[in-house]
């Protein structure tokens, strides 16, 4: 695997989609929605940057139930101190335990340590509107995001934290169903309107692109409850190039992010584990 990266800032986020322009296309995404993904290199994913490798192996794993739902993921990031020179290690110590409910998930990540060492939850709660996320709650901030459709795939994340809003995301696909960009506005307060808005003229923003698609179906997309593979869970292909602009008032970029892979495929079908 080659990865190119030239890394400030890398924002993540997490969607997904539905689209099918022919029977081919049907007959292969349906293969790739029935494949389970149980392994992975984290580097394929929408991880942070400056992560320093425990061992040799650097591949999450996945556990599913009988309804091939993943319960169990392993392996994570754990914070290190900066005169490693990274910011993180990864660690087959950290893991993540999902349940369900009716029309619900609660993910929890946890942390394996004879010593007694904890990690922050992360406790994120799902709901589901026939398999569809339609609310996404961070307990630990207490901040809700609603996810509205639109033509069965999502239009735009809006965020909101205490009943204010605080930040909404909106998508644009191009004709293959692949997530072309995401928006994101932060929310202003108005003081005409006394309440937070989101100033559509404002050239304060941030832009993520995703490029270079191959024609292969998405494997990752029943996995869209992860925040590290959201975005890949958001189209049918599987994108080569990455980059992630923030712009300030005056419309210049003060945050940039810039990642792209060289993917691999045995059988004609996308291998993240190697």
Not at 33 to 59: C, D, G, R, W
Not at 108 to 125: D, H, M, P, V
Not at 185 to 203: C, D, G, L, M, V
Not at 250 to 267: D, M
Request: glycine content about 2%.
């Amino acid at each position: 695997m080659k990865i190119k990266t030239s890394s400030f800032l890398l924002i993540a986020s997490s969607f997904v989609l539905f689209s099918c322009s022919n029977n081919d296309d049907i007959t292969e995404t349906t293969r790739a929605q029935e494949k389970k993904i149980e392994s992975y290199k984290f580097t394929y994913m929408h991880y942070p940057q400056a992560v320093m490798l425990a061992n040799s192996s650097n591949n999450v794993t996945i556990q599913y139930d009988s309804n091939n739902r993943p319960i169990k993921r392993v392996g994570g990031l754990l914070a290190t101190s900066p005169q490693t020179g990274f910011n993180y290690i990864f660690s087959p110590d950290v893991y993540n335990e999902i349940t369900y409910g009716n029309n619900t998930a609660t993910i929890i990540s946890k942390f394996n340590s004879t010593q007694g060492f904890t990690i922050a939850e992360n406790k994120r709660l799902f709901e589901f509107d026939n398999g569809k996320i339609v609310k996404k709650t961070i307990v630990d901030t207490n901040e809700i995001i609603q996810f509205v459709y639109e033509q069965n795939r999502i239009s735009k994340l809006i965020s909101k934290k205490n009943n204010l809003l605080t930040a909404q995301s909106d998508f644009y696909y191009n004709q293959n169903g692949n997530v072309d960009s995401i928006v994101s506005r932060k929310a202003t307060w108005n003081n005409i309107t006394s309440n937070y808005e989101i100033n559509f003229n404002s050239k304060v923003k941030t832009v993520e692109v995703f490029k270079n698609y191959d024609n292969k179906a998405n494997p990752t997309k029943n996995l869209m409850i992860f925040d590290e593979i959201f975005p890949r869970s958001l189209s049918q292909n599987n994108y080569n190039s990455y980059e992630s602009k923030s712009y300030d008032m005056y419309g210049q970029v003060y945050q940039f992010s810039n990642i792209n892979w060289t993917l691999n495929y045995i059988n004609n079908e996308i291998n993240f584990e190697n």
